[in-house]
């Protein structure tokens, strides 16, 4: 443990949770379909190569990744195994991907063309198909034979994958999904043959759709323990377990008088003598100011944020006087209770993903394995 840090609030990342995790999709899908751990946006807020090795460790295939950058970073680290840039790349960094052995996804033949400028070693090429989610593929069969004979034809271009993206698979309505598969097969049905991989399953469709599995999956949001959406989470067919917590503790705890105020604007006022906390996160760490409301753990039991959420600080009512430096749970259990990610997901209302993912760079992430600390990752030292 070579990084340090000196302040009371961190992100606790359990990789036994993200490895169990891995090994219990691998035991829903059958031995021939290969897994991509999707670990674009610091995994997710969870941090990129903690969580790609943890994963890889754990018997996934390779890496999924929005942008080259994030790619470069995991080869960085010191990871071999395929990586795929599941979003758009610039026709002049073709060059830059096939050197770092980096699949990119394609869609035109204008990028094709322009690529090809650029590249002068094998550079591997998954094509996206629309078939629904409006936002980058080609849109049907003959596009993507033509998109596929441009490949073909290059020198140094690999036909690697063809993919596409479902836009409600975390819906219990299957009717669009069944929509988007039936244009999916029927598109690849038109290629004389097909690539290494063919996929199309985010989490929620590989753990919901037995039918839409391919030879490839991209597993994302349940890597991270965290359920696709509210509505599947009873259907789930196996459990995910959370993989990380928000945690910080008291550095400050007084009695306040009846009548005071408390934060900017002075818009909480106490009812009666009260124990006011003071904790050192605010929305610059991504514990934004609509969370005013929000409760957190503390000894076992539910405290409330009181008045505005500061950049650093935001403040909560005790149930009575509790020590300075007692830890607090943001995101998590403690004791008998607990604030899943979703909790604070409703209240903000939005979708799990968000909530991971905003928590901010200056908050440290703490690595455990077999409850111990095995790594610190801080971005300031
Ligand atoms: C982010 C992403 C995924 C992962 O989705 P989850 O819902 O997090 O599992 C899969 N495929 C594509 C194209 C993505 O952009």
Not at 40 to 46: D, I, L, T, V
Not at 163 to 190: C, K, P, V, W
Not at 285 to 298: A, M, S, T
Request: aromatic share 6%; charged share 25%.
């Amino acid at each position: 443990m070579d990084t340090l840090f000196f302040r009371d609030t961190w992100a606790e990342i359990n990789l036994d949770h993200v490895s169990e995790n891995v090994m219990n999709f691998k035991t829903h899908i059958p031995d021939n379909v290969k897994m991509l751990a999707v670990v674009k946006a610091n995994a997710y807020g969870h941090g990129y190569e903690q969580v790609a090795k943890a994963a890889l460790d754990a018997g996934a295939h390779g890496l999924a990744v929005a942008f080259l950058d994030e790619a470069l970073l995991l080869r960085k680290a010191g990871i071999h195994t395929p990586i795929l840039v599941l979003g758009a790349s610039r026709p002049e960094d073709a060059g830059t991907a096939a050197e770092h052995r980096v699949s990119l996804t394609v869609y035109t033949r204008e990028w094709l063309e322009e690529a090809s400028l650029h590249t002068r070693k094998r550079l591997n090429l998954h094509v996206k198909c629309d078939t629904g989610m409006g936002r980058i593929g080609v849109k049907d069969s003959q596009e993507l034979l033509e998109i596929t004979e441009v490949i073909n034809a290059h020198e140094h271009f690999h036909f690697e994958g063809v993919f596409t993206h479902f836009a409600t698979a975390d819906e219990l309505d299957e009717t669009y999904a069944d929509t988007q598969l039936e244009t999916f097969r029927s598109m690849i049905g038109q290629l004389p043959h097909l690539p290494e991989y063919v996929h199309s399953s985010n989490s929620a469709a590989t753990l919901r759709r037995k039918d839409a599995l391919f030879n490839t999956v991209r597993v994302g949001i349940s890597l991270y323990g965290l359920t696709p959406s509210r509505e599947m989470q009873p259907h789930l067919p196996f459990e995910l377990k959370e993989v990380l917590s928000l945690k910080t503790k008291l550095i400050h705890v007084k009695e306040m008088d009846e009548g005071e105020k408390v934060s900017y604007g002075a818009t909480y006022e106490t009812g009666n003598k009260e124990w006011i906390g003071t904790l050192p996160i605010g929305y610059a760490d991504g514990w934004i100011r609509k969370l005013q409301g929000q409760e957190v753990l503390i000894g076992g039991r539910r405290a409330p944020i009181v008045g505005r959420i500061c950049m650093d600080q935001c403040m909560v009512r005790l149930p009575g006087p509790v020590k300075t430096g007692e830890p607090v749970t943001l995101i998590g259990r403690q004791g008998d209770e607990h604030i899943p990610a979703d909790e604070l997901a409703d209240k903000l209302d939005t979708i799990n993903y968000e909530v991971t993912c905003m928590i901010a760079a200056r908050v440290p992430r703490v690595y455990t394995r077999g409850g111990a600390v095995v790594e610190v990752s801080n971005h300031l030292l």
